[in-house]
């Protein structure tokens, strides 16, 4: 949605003329049932026929305001759920079929008998996000509410819930961060084969954690378009066990991803010139070569992280920054990163490719 306005309908004319035009109040909450379900949030963006809604949960709602029935507002300021009411809707979900385990930042429904090891591994990846970025002097915000891990115990319960959810996923899947309900589904790759172990999802977990952590503490805006590059790149980036677990392997080889690093390699005899530019400006090379676009994004990100810390956290709060639900056109996203990183993309192209050889 690229634009939005005040919507003053009957249904939700007294929530929303309370809290009018000014930007502070922006914040409100208000409880309606749409759709047969009871819904409590803050309104993010809406027009005469769309309404986006930040649940307490953190899910995204999306709905026609028409549709909404005893609207009433239950709070001036957003408040997420605490540890103890997401638990309890989570319980309502999925009963006693999981257990769930709670940590400083993180619920995770999980198989019964698998302790607390996989809410563990879930906050130590969230812990090495944060220290990551604050060591380079990014700022950070708290999550506005805990942040949910689902692990269901086979890769069949796993893709019975995506299709469930409405979602088609490939079959080589082994887990995903789903913006809209901002949770991390993934399963158990050790179940029912004793020759894996947890780590044969480790880089998943990695992966889709890093992508929830990034949209919930203000690395990227979850409600906004982020280039596809950038997201991606810095998933892949803390793959390498140099980046997510820097103290025991402290050296740029160890920040390696070694994955990546292989197809990027193998990329260099069909590379066009102006690639570099190109990743900035759109997103196309993700529907075209994804493997290729997710190597070129993975080698930028290592790039621009190790050489040019401080413009990369530049650009990334003018990035998050960005107005909700707006669209980002080429021209823009090129002079976002101009204006971080210069306007010469030949020169700084060959400097990436350059840094990119002598890698070892």
């Given at each position: 949605?690229?634009?939005?306005?005040?919507?003053?309908?009957?249904?939700?004319?007294?929530?929303?003329?309370?809290?009018?035009?000014?930007?502070?109040?922006?914040?409100?909450?208000?409880?309606?049932?749409?759709?047969?379900?009871?819904?409590?949030?803050?309104?993010?963006?809406?027009?005469?026929?769309?309404?986006?809604?930040?649940?307490?949960?953190?899910?995204?709602?999306?709905?026609?305001?028409?549709?909404?029935?005893?609207?009433?507002?239950?709070?001036?300021?957003?408040?997420?759920?605490?540890?103890?009411?997401?638990?309890?809707?989570?319980?309502?979900?999925?009963?006693?079929?999981?257990?769930?385990?709670?940590?400083?930042?993180?619920?995770?429904?999980?198989?019964?008998?698998?302790?607390?090891?996989?809410?563990?591994?879930?906050?130590?990846?969230?812990?090495?996000?944060?220290?990551?970025?604050?060591?380079?002097?990014?700022?950070?915000?708290?999550?506005?509410?805990?942040?949910?891990?689902?692990?269901?115990?086979?890769?069949?319960?796993?893709?019975?819930?995506?299709?469930?959810?409405?979602?088609?996923?490939?079959?080589?899947?082994?887990?995903?961060?789903?913006?809209?309900?901002?949770?991390?589904?993934?399963?158990?790759?050790?179940?029912?084969?004793?020759?894996?172990?947890?780590?044969?999802?480790?880089?998943?977990?990695?992966?889709?954690?890093?992508?929830?952590?990034?949209?919930?503490?203000?690395?990227?805006?979850?409600?906004?378009?982020?280039?596809?590059?950038?997201?991606?790149?810095?998933?892949?980036?803390?793959?390498?066990?140099?980046?997510?677990?820097?103290?025991?392997?402290?050296?740029?080889?160890?920040?390696?991803?070694?994955?990546?690093?292989?197809?990027?390699?193998?990329?260099?005899?069909?590379?066009?010139?102006?690639?570099?530019?190109?990743?900035?400006?759109?997103?196309?090379?993700?529907?075209?070569?994804?493997?290729?676009?997710?190597?070129?994004?993975?080698?930028?990100?290592?790039?621009?992280?190790?050489?040019?810390?401080?413009?990369?956290?530049?650009?990334?709060?003018?990035?998050?920054?960005?107005?909700?639900?707006?669209?980002?056109?080429?021209?823009?996203?090129?002079?976002?990163?101009?204006?971080?990183?210069?306007?010469?993309?030949k020169i700084l192209e060959a400097n990436f490719l350059?840094?990119?050889?002598?890698?070892?």
């Amino acid at each position: 949605m690229r634009s939005v306005r005040p919507l003053l309908k009957p249904l939700l004319t007294i929530v929303l003329l309370s809290c009018a035009v000014p930007a502070a109040a922006v914040d409100f909450m208000f409880r309606a049932t749409v759709d047969g379900e009871k819904i409590e949030g803050k309104p993010l963006a809406w027009t005469d026929s769309q309404m986006y809604l930040l649940g307490r949960d953190g899910r995204l709602h999306s709905f026609d305001p028409q549709e909404a029935k005893d609207a009433n507002k239950t709070s001036p300021t957003f408040v997420g759920f605490t540890f103890p009411e997401m638990r309890r809707e989570l319980y309502r979900e999925f009963g006693d079929s999981m257990q769930i385990t709670t940590t400083k930042h993180y619920i995770v429904v999980h198989p019964r008998g698998s302790s607390g090891e996989w809410a563990k591994r879930f906050e130590d990846l969230y812990s090495s996000c944060l220290a990551y970025f604050r060591v380079r002097g990014f700022s950070l915000a708290d999550p506005k509410f805990p942040m949910v891990g689902i692990v269901y115990r086979n890769r069949d319960a796993y893709y019975k819930a995506a299709s469930a959810n409405g979602k088609d996923l490939p079959s080589n899947t082994l887990g995903h961060y789903e913006n809209k309900s901002n949770r991390v589904q993934l399963f158990d790759a050790s179940t029912g084969n004793d020759k894996r172990d947890w780590s044969d999802t480790a880089d998943t977990i990695i992966h889709e954690a890093t992508h929830q952590t990034a949209f919930n503490v203000g690395i990227h805006n979850r409600f906004a378009d982020q280039p596809q590059w950038l997201v991606e790149g810095l998933a892949t980036m803390f793959e390498a066990r140099g980046v997510w677990n820097s103290q025991s392997y402290p050296a740029l080889h160890d920040r390696i991803n070694l994955a990546r690093w292989t197809d990027f390699k193998a990329g260099l005899k069909d590379r066009k010139p102006g690639t570099f530019g190109n990743m900035i400006a759109s997103d196309k090379l993700f529907d075209t070569d994804p493997p290729g676009a997710y190597a070129e994004a993975w080698a930028m990100m290592l790039f621009l992280c190790e050489t040019r810390p401080h413009q990369l956290a530049q650009y990334l709060e003018k990035t998050a920054a960005r107005a909700d639900f707006s669209s980002y056109f080429a021209a823009e996203r090129v002079s976002d990163f101009a204006e971080c990183f210069g306007s010469d993309f030949k020169i700084l192209e060959a400097n990436f490719l350059s840094w990119m050889a002598n890698l070892k």
